[in-house]
């Protein structure tokens, strides 16, 4: 079965690929470098979209091997598959979740702004109006229940922030720290919540530095609070690139990215505007975002839950030189 071309312009599975270059007499091993859990998991076949990946690969005659990630070496002419790593420059890929159960991204680079969804024009036009108003609502509800259809806007700022606080990391427009200086800069009336991110290590002169702006800025709390209440009463969202600006999208809610990012097309960009320019633009913006929800997830994702999944998986690997059939 072959894949149909998608409605929508500029996707990444629109059309078959091309016999591969490479020579079918060559070795067909394929290495997983997994991490604990997810490879015993996939070595028992309880992983869906690892497991329609290998079936994918041992239908075109692949030798399947699951390794620990910590061994990441390979014999002559094996091919790679890392999870959420940056894989070898040759004959080697990396998935990623992407964001949600269960859409899958199967990437050259482990960087994200520079995956192709990234790269890709985002037309709301080209989007099938009803199918993508379903797929909102379902995700919603699946996601969050009903609290995306009880939002407000109650004053106030939300900025989820990640790790390494004082570092301004090349992917980003400056450190955290700096971001959130120009966030209570510009806050007006606003108050500004800010939350630490549950699995990253935080060194005691970065608490106390936030614990020192906070006493600086009457308008600024550290709170425990959870994501999915933020965004049900924020006015909007400001973080370098955290996901929960994407699980905004689902609330209505607008952001402002200080860093690159795969789902940057509906936010104000810092890079691209200035501190000033995303700002001024996130207060006035209004994007479609079931449009851009269904694009980005159903179709520049890999959705392992449809029958298509493996075709789709077969498409890309292609795309990418892999001998696949």
Request: charged share 25%; hydrophobic share 40%.
């Amino acid at each position: 079965m072959r894949v149909k071309p998608c409605r929508h312009k500029g996707g990444l599975f629109a059309t078959y690929p091309r016999p591969s270059v490479w020579s079918m007499t060559r070795p067909k091993t394929v290495r997983f470098h997994l991490p604990d859990g997810l490879r015993q998991s996939a070595e028992a076949g309880q992983h869906n979209f690892i497991s329609k990946l290998a079936m994918v690969l041992q239908r075109s005659g692949f030798r399947v091997i699951h390794d620990d990630e910590r061994r990441a070496s390979r014999e002559a002419g094996e091919w790679s598959v890392f999870h959420m790593r940056e894989p070898f420059p040759d004959r080697a890929v990396t998935i990623r979740r992407a964001y949600y159960y269960p859409f899958w991204q199967i990437e050259r680079t482990a960087q994200r702004w520079n995956w192709d969804v990234a790269r890709s024009a985002f037309d709301p036009n080209e989007v099938p109006r009803d199918d993508a108003q379903r797929f909102y609502r379902f995700w919603q509800n699946r996601l969050f229940g009903a609290a995306p259809k009880a939002t407000s806007r109650e004053g106030f700022i939300y900025v989820p922030l990640q790790g390494r606080l004082a570092d301004h990391r090349s992917f980003q427009s400056c450190s955290p720290f700096e971001m959130l200086e120009q966030v209570l800069e510009r806050a007006g009336v606003r108050r500004v919540v800010a939350t630490l991110h549950p699995n990253e290590s935080y060194s005691k002169d970065d608490l106390d530095r936030l614990d020192s702006m906070a006493r600086r800025h009457g308008s600024l709390s550290v709170s425990t609070a959870g994501m999915q209440d933020l965004l049900q009463r924020c006015d909007f969202v400001v973080t370098q690139n955290s996901s929960a600006a994407f699980a905004g999208y689902f609330f209505g809610k607008p952001s402002v990215l200080y860093a690159r990012i795969d789902f940057h097309h509906i936010a104000a960009s810092v890079e691209k505007l200035g501190t000033s320019g995303a700002f001024d633009a996130v207060e006035q913006m209004r994007p479609d975002y079931a449009a851009y929800l269904w694009w980005f997830l159903q179709h520049m994702s890999i959705n392992a839950g449809r029958p298509d999944a493996e075709d789709r998986i077969a498409v890309r690997l292609g795309g990418f030189g892999w001998p696949v059939s």
